[in-house]
């Protein structure tokens, strides 16, 4: 089974809207982390939002806001007002285990499109 | 800061030629992270180290790959030989315990084997 799915391999999203991401994840392990990250058209990965597994408050980082659903195994990535800037492709990833097991694993990504 | 530094940037070299990447971590930062991305595999860990050991190596895909860390500020992919179907980017990254939730990803290494 797939540790990270994103089931939408392509968004269009008019400008100024808010979009939802979709990621689903499969774990065994309490200790968790989960991640998005934004790699725009020239290829560098940036880093947007950390979800762990024990936090009981979804993350916010901006515009950037993760809906943690633990019981269903999701981390959507939620972008409010989006913007031109924010067409990029979109990875969900995620830490197993507790601290010292630094290995990511990636889903294969969300290309967003922002449209004018 | 001046963030993960990875060299070459672009790579084109012929089947059977040994490849070299390299990639300056940020400073006191004690992980260092090797990934490679295609469009068939996506982006996949090769290689991590904590302190300069290799800690996983799962992701190696074969004997070919060989990483190095011989000090805290500097590492190497090795590929040797060299495959067309080895052309991917690879990144570096890292972190450490000040920023533990967040990788440092360099802006990658692109590599064209003909």
């Known amino acids: 089974a797939q540790k990270i799915t994103q089931t939408q391999p392509g968004m269009f999203v008019q400008e100024k809207e808010a979009v939802t991401l979709d990621c689903t994840y499969d774990?065994?392990?309490?200790?968790?982390?989960l991640f998005w990250y934004k790699q725009p058209s020239s290829g560098e990965m940036i880093f947007l939002i950390y979800?762990?597994?024990?936090?009981?408050q979804n993350a916010t980082e901006g515009r950037y806001s993760l809906n943690f659903q633990k019981a269903r195994k999701s981390a959507n990535l939620v972008i409010s007002a989006s913007q031109l800037g924010d067409s990029a492709m979109y990875f969900c990833?995620?830490?197993?285990?507790?601290?010292?097991?630094?290995?990511?694993?990636f889903g294969t990504g969300t290309r967003l499109t922002i449209i004018p | 800061d001046a963030g993960v530094i990875q060299s070459p940037r672009h790579e084109v070299t012929e089947m059977g030629q040994e490849v070299t990447l390299r990639c300056k971590p940020i400073?006191?930062?004690?992980?260092l992270f090797w990934y490679r991305q295609t469009m068939m595999r996506g982006l996949e860990l090769l290689i991590y180290?904590?302190?300069?050991?290799?800690?996983?190596d799962s992701g190696m895909p074969e004997d070919r790959f060989s990483a190095k860390m011989p000090n805290a500020s500097f590492s190497t992919l090795k590929i040797q030989p060299s495959e067309p179907r080895d052309s991917a980017v690879y990144f570096c990254?890292?972190?450490?315990?000040?920023?533990?939730?967040?990788?440092?990803f360099g802006p990658g290494t692109r590599l064209t084997v003909l």
């Open positions: 990833a995620m830490r197993e285990g507790p601290f010292g097991n630094e290995k990511l694993t």
């Open positions: 774990t065994s392990d309490q200790s968790y982390g």
């Open positions: 990254a890292s972190t450490g315990l000040a920023a533990y939730n967040e990788q440092f």
């Open positions: 400073s006191g930062h004690d992980y």
């Open positions: 180290f904590n302190n300069n050991v290799p800690i996983d």
């Open positions: 979800q762990g597994s024990y936090d009981e």
